[in-house]
């Protein structure tokens, strides 16, 4: 049996629970719907392990695990420190070195970056966190690119994410790095929420084909027939045609429920189905723009690039990888 990848979170006095949550949910829960696949294992620590630690909301927790069991494992996660002002622990500092020096991959929550940012391992390189302390980061680490306005960045081995519910991305990302874009979106599914969030923050983050909400008003309709179409030549009439309104109508009731223009949304689609394609490693990358819709492959890496913040081929290449737990 393949050996299972251990995911460490550190817990700490003073915690949000939240974010220690979303961890247990993605990496700490048994997958039985996901058949053999070998699951991460899931290890709560804290620099005094058995110790109470108070969360807030008035209750405590204690943490099995001390901070070598932290520096041992293959992914280190710290969910948002206490207080972004205080001086991180140079226990602390010292096991997440120790595991970045053994291969592991470090991971930070909202203000957990600070923890990230003591260890000099950002130094030089892009990061974010959450927005009310971006600011703060920036100042006490002039030598990190801070930028606020993405969900999460991944530097390979020194991840970070935006304010707390960008976790929940982080980790679903984490997993489909791992495992593939039909796992994450399994584990999503059982989250019950979606496999990313729409905005410029993608950041190689899965479009979700088909997350069109329930309706059967016209212009649910028409996405539907939309994405079971999206290799034609698909055009505002055209869909409007198929939500059986004219097209200003149309235009002007599918911007309101959706937020984006049908086009736009169109080619959001479009890119989104293109990513599993990728994923195979089967087809050119002509090919892959033919499959799903784009009228040149020129048009096809624009729109893909403006959404994904990367190249086709680069996504290709993170994407076909060898699992990381095989």
């Known amino acids: 049996m393949a050996k299972r990848h251990v995911v460490a979170v550190l817990a700490f006095d003073g915690m949000a629970p939240f974010e220690l949550g979303v961890v247990v949910e993605v990496f700490g829960l048994s997958r039985p719907e996901l058949g053999d696949l070998p699951w991460y294992e899931l290890r709560v620590c804290a620099e005094e392990p058995g110790r109470e630690l108070r969360a807030v909301g ?16 293959d992914t280190v996660i710290v969910p948002g420190v206490a207080k972004a002002e205080a001086e991180v622990s140079p226990a602390l500092v010292e096991a997440l070195l120790q595991a970045h020096a053994r291969g592991a991959r470090l991971v930070s929550i909202c203000s957990g970056a600070f923890a990230l940012a ?40 020194v991840l970070t994410s935006a304010g707390s519910a960008a976790g929940i991305d982080l980790c679903l990302y984490l997993v489909r790095a791992d495992h593939g874009a039909a796992v994450a979106n399994a584990v999503a599914r059982r989250f019950v929420v979606p496999p990313h969030r729409e905005g410029g923050q993608a950041q190689f983050i899965e479009a979700a084909v088909g997350e069109i909400g329930p309706g059967d008003d016209g212009v649910t309709q028409s996405m539907t027939w939309a994405l079971r179409h999206l290799h034609t030549s698909l055009s505002v009439p055209a869909l409007a045609r198929a939500a059986c309104m004219s097209e200003r109508s149309y235009s002007r009731h599918f911007t309101r429920r959706n937020g984006v223009s049908p086009m736009r949304w169109v080619i959001a689609q479009r890119v989104a189905a293109s990513l599993p394609l990728l994923e195979s490693g089967e087809g050119t990358v002509d090919e892959v723009a033919a499959a799903v819709g784009f009228d040149s492959t020129a048009t096809y890496r624009h729109h893909f690039t403006r959404q994904m913040h990367t190249t086709p081929t680069a996504y290709r290449k993170t994407f076909t990888r060898a699992p990381a737990h095989s």
């Open 58 to 73: 008035g209750f405590t927790l204690r943490a099995e695990h001390g901070l070598d069991v932290l520096a041992a494992a």
């Open 118 to 157: 003591a260890t000099g391992l950002l130094n030089g390189r892009r990061a974010t966190t959450h927005w009310r302390y971006a600011r703060a980061l920036a100042e006490r680490h002039p030598g990190i690119e801070v930028d606020p306005d993405v969900l999460y960045v991944d530097n390979g081995d």
